[in-house]
Nanobody, 127 residues
Framework: QVQLVESGGGLVQAGGSLRLSCIAS??????????MGWFRQAPGKEREFVGR???????YYADSVKGRFTISRDNAKNTVYLQMNSLKPEDTAVYYC???????????????????WGQGTQVTVSS
């Protein structure tokens, strides 16, 4: 099994920054090289792809966050980060990290492309 714990959410004014962290743990991770993704879900909306980072460090982003958000990871710590700059009120959502083990890479921008999920952390951007 895999456990994911996000942290770093909070309330910030528009134009501000936040950094989210996600720590992964579990025996399944031992010796594994796994991609990790970030998603978000606003009230009344579907879960939305934010970005993904491969074990190699290669990253992919949704157009809505490209140039403002940066994903990085520390493989030794099984931790992935989401640096969010120039935040907008429309970035308000619960942010989730996820790990991909079994799903095909063709699904990397969908929730079906990930097998384990954290509990989420709330990000609220005030105008």
């Amino acid at each position: 099994q895999v456990q994911l714990v996000e942290s770093g959410g909070g309330l910030v004014q528009a134009g501000g920054s936040l950094r989210l962290s996600c720590i992964a743990s579990g025996r399944t991770l031992v010796g594994a090289r796994y991609p990790m993704g970030w998603f978000r879900q606003a009230p009344g909306k579907e879960r939305e792809f934010v970005g993904r980072i491969e074990w190699s460090g290669d990253t992919y982003y949704a157009d809505s966050v490209k140039g403002r958000f940066t994903i990085s990871r520390d493989n030794a710590k099984n931790t992935v980060y989401l640096q969010m700059n120039s935040l907008k009120p429309e970035d308000t959502a619960v942010y989730y990290c996820a790990v991909a083990f079994y799903a095909p890479s063709s699904l990397i921008t969908t929730a079906r492309g990930y097998d384990y999920w954290g509990q989420g952390t709330q990000v609220t951007v005030s105008s």
